[in-house]
């Protein structure tokens, strides 16, 4: 097997980013790679699922159990603060994976909304326009055991916003 070049997954950034080669370690060697979004093939189900390393450092396959993603929605008329979206037992670690806030057409002012696990923000817009919102996705964040996912926003005048965030449980 003939090493592989792993070319960036995102185009631009400010890190960096430089094409890494992963050895096949049939010459006794491996390689260190920095950032990099990994995939591998199902031959079973016929597809690409994401594979990943724990934070013990393990090799995780993100499909059906543990360390999958999952996906919480909510939609909210009123101002939110500190609303749980996710209660996380004390002994998991919620990881956040990605979110997606909009913003509904109907609202007649700007509003924020932010996303956070405990008290630390994860995903954060100060003053969506009617019909905006924002999404991050390709993250891994996580902090603290029983950390809960929680949503702050602002009135959102004459409509609503909507939240769907990304995440995976670890167990610790």
Known sequence: MADKVLNPALKTDTGALEAERARDESDGTYSQVRRSRLEVWDATNS?????????????????????????????????????????????????????????SNAASVTAGAYVSIGSNIVARHP?????????????????AAGDDLVVDCDVPTGGSISVTVYYWLEAV
């Not at 999958?68 to 996380?88: E, G, K, N, P, R």
């Open 47 to 103: 597809t690409w699922i994401k594979a990943r390393a724990n934070t013990k450092g393990a090799l995780v396959v993100d499909r059906g159990g543990a360390g999958a993603d999952s996906a919480i929605s909510a939609t909210y008329t009123s101002a939110q603060s500190a609303t749980v979206l996710l209660a996380v037992a004390s002994t998991s670690i919620v990881h956040f994976t990605g979110a997606l806030v909009a913003l």
């Open 127 to 143: 003053g969506m326009p009617a019909g905006g919102g924002y999404a991050i996705s390709d993250v891994d964040v996580a902090y």
